[in-house]
């Protein structure tokens, strides 16, 4: 069947009854451990995690920026005003209009509790930090720290290793929240697509992101201890979804559209996740940002599969 986008989730033929059916057979509230009533709208559900998930990657580069600038300056000692410029911020994006859109979420339904007030508490920090972020960028980058021997310096560098490390860490919980909930809501379109059309095109997309949430379970996300022979258990179940989707996209050859090539690439980016954990010296093996960033190759995965799947308002 042909992939159209203009067949997505706010089609006519999607009713309330088919979304209320693909809720119902989701243990929500059990698997996500967030209080999400009413739960019966997909659509709206899939808006407001759109909304949430745009903001939470928009300012990603955030961490790097941080990491960046760690790197450079000793965040013990902070600047010594004879640097001849101060590297690693820069002003951040202006997102505005995307906190506007999570913002305008959080009091809509579905009512996620946890992740609606983790979201507006990362709002909040991002809010304050920003402008600190912004004019210590530009006190660093005109080589202010010369004039007064690094004492506003000193000062924006106590203050952003207090606010920045905060900042991160609301987005981590933010994002920690979200993901359960998106898990849900991706198995929940999963279904509705395969009673609207059968396995199309759109069920092969959503059908690779729920699957790969099961090799990311792998991963434990707040540090631990990775277990290989899990992890290889699950990428060869991966392996057949990468199969099945190359095969629909053989017969089917606009069915998939740019999508294609997505789950080996996801399969691919984890394997080489894998040998860098096989080789990390420490034993027994555990997650570290030495072995590799493992988001990127999942949300590589995730934001193909929901551009190709958003639903048109």
């Not at 999570?102 to 339904?109: D, K, N, Q, Y």
């Not at 599969?305 to 048109?312: K, V, W």
Request: glycine share 6%; charged share 25%; aromatic share 6%.
């Amino acid at each position: 069947m042909r992939f159209t986008p203009s067949r997505s989730l706010s089609s006519s033929q999607l009713s309330r009854r088919s979304v209320a059916l693909a809720f119902m057979v989701l243990p929500l509230a059990a698997a996500t451990r967030v209080h999400a009533a009413p739960a019966a709208d997909l659509l709206r559900a899939r808006h407001k995690v759109n909304a949430y998930q745009d903001l939470i990657e928009a300012t990603q580069p955030l961490q790097a920026m941080w990491r960046r600038y760690a790197s450079l300056v000793s965040l013990d000692r902070g600047p010594t005003g004879r640097e001849v410029r101060i590297n690693g911020l820069s002003a951040p994006r202006d997102v505005s209009a995307l906190i506007a859109a999570a913002e305008a979420e959080i009091s809509r339904g579905p009512a996620f509790a946890e992740c609606d007030a983790a979201v507006a508490g990362y709002i909040r920090l991002h809010g304050e930090t920003m402008p600190l972020i912004a004019a210590a960028a530009e006190h660093f980058d005109k080589g202010l720290q010369r004039e007064d021997g690094g004492v506003r310096a000193r000062a924006f560098h106590d203050s952003l290793r207090k606010a920045i490390p905060q900042l991160l860490a609301a987005r981590a919980g933010a994002q920690a929240r979200l993901e359960p909930i998106r898990g849900i809501v991706e198995e929940a379109e999963l279904a509705a697509y395969e009673r609207m059309s059968g396995r199309d095109g759109r069920w092969h997309i959503r059908r690779a992101t729920v699957e790969a949430r099961r090799v990311m379970a792998v991963f434990p996300r707040a540090g631990g201890i990775i277990e290989i022979e899990r992890l290889d258990e699950a990428l060869a179940g991966f392996d057949r979804i990468v199969e099945d989707t190359e095969a629909f996209g053989r017969d089917n050859p606009e069915g998939l559209l740019a999508f294609g090539r997505s789950p080996r690439g996801f399969a691919d980016g984890i394997r080489r996740v894998r040998e860098r954990i096989v080789a990390f010296p420490a034993s027994p093996k555990r997650w570290a940002p030495e072995i590799a960033d493992i988001e990127a190759p999942f949300q590589s995965l995730t934001r193909m599969a929901d551009a190709m799947l958003r639903p048109i308002a």
